[in-house]
């Protein structure tokens, strides 16, 4: 495994005696809940993402963002709502994404905000298609602190690229990219930690070498090849990569499909992170596309308050039952890794 110096310095920058002894506490928990089968939380997550809109340019066939299939609101996350949220988690949280669905960049608030958990020295990241990254939004990208950019490059020419980033350009990507590695040139400075994310499904998969050379051209900082969600794969899917180990899914005998993840009985991120919607909304994590497991409401409650409450440790104490039952976990390919 590549260890990547300048970024693992940038997150130990980030940690404090205080997120330090907090991550410890979410730690004890997680293992003393897993052994005892009895949930109980006494850290804050360690890791928050934050929803900056559900808007796209893009209309991806797997994302619920890019086909418009919301059932929940939609809408952009609001500056002083989030500035509310962080001021409640900062000093024990030090890593915040900025992603769950849209694209980050549609919210013209999103960089000021970037900025406002970077002074908190939090370690920030967002994934982006590269559409929007002018050299003017590649300067203040730069100039707000962002620890780490995934830009989402699936596919080395327009006709592979296009046919999942449906509405896409792949030399916007290119351009974007060249002006975020312009920027941090011109500006000295180390960050943002610039990752080509490269999707990999059947019609892109042939392409994979060549998405390394483009990032080393480029300059980017790393590649990161991710294996893709399918909703409908128990009957295959023509996104289903054919190399097996970048599928998430194995095909039986009779034919059909199911994922190759085992679903344990546990799951490491109902204790270290969550995911908060634009409009406050908690949920378990980035499975929940639709915010169908609500477990508070942060227009009306404390984020504390909601981490704690009896309707959290409910929905850990679901998962001790089995992950099988709980609709969101039935595709997810991560929940019990616990980070090294």
Partial sequence: ????????????????????????????????????????????????????????????????????????PTGNLKEAFYKKVIDQV????????FYFQGEPYINPQFLD????????????????????????NAEKTVNSGLSRLIISVDGTTQETYENYRIGGTLSKVLEGTKNIIAAKKRLKSKTPHVIFQFLVVKPNEHQIDEVHELAKEYGVDEVKLKTAQVYDYENGNDLIPETDKYSRYKKLSNGKYQIKNSLENNCWKLWHSCV?????????????????????????????????????????????????????????????????
């Fill in 1 to 72: 495994m590549k260890i990547y110096v300048n970024d693992s310095i940038q997150i130990l920058k980030k940690t404090s005696f205080r997120r330090f002894g907090n991550a410890l506490k979410v730690y004890g928990s997680y293992y003393q809940s897993k052994w005892s089968g009895t949930p109980s939380q006494r850290g804050l997550p360690m890791a928050i993402a934050i929803e900056p809109t559900t808007a796209c340019n893009l209309g991806c066939p797997e994302c619920p963002s890019g086909l418009k299939q919301f059932t929940r």
């Fill in 90 to 97: 900062w000093r024990e949280t030090f890593y915040l994404t």
């Fill in 113 to 136: 905000m970037v900025k406002y958990a970077s002074d908190r020295k939090m370690y920030t990241a967002t994934s982006t298609n590269a559409h929007f990254l002018t050299p003017e």
């Fill in 276 to 340: 908060i919607t634009w409009d406050g909304k908690v949920i378990p994590c980035c499975f929940d596309k639709d915010a169908t497991h609500r477990l508070g409401e942060l227009a009306s409650d404390d984020f504390k308050k909601i981490w704690f409450s009896e309707r959290y440790n409910g929905f850990r104490k679901q998962l001790f039952k089995g992950r099988e039952n709980i609709d969101i976990c039935k595709n997810c390919s991560e929940g019990t890794k616990v980070w090294a």
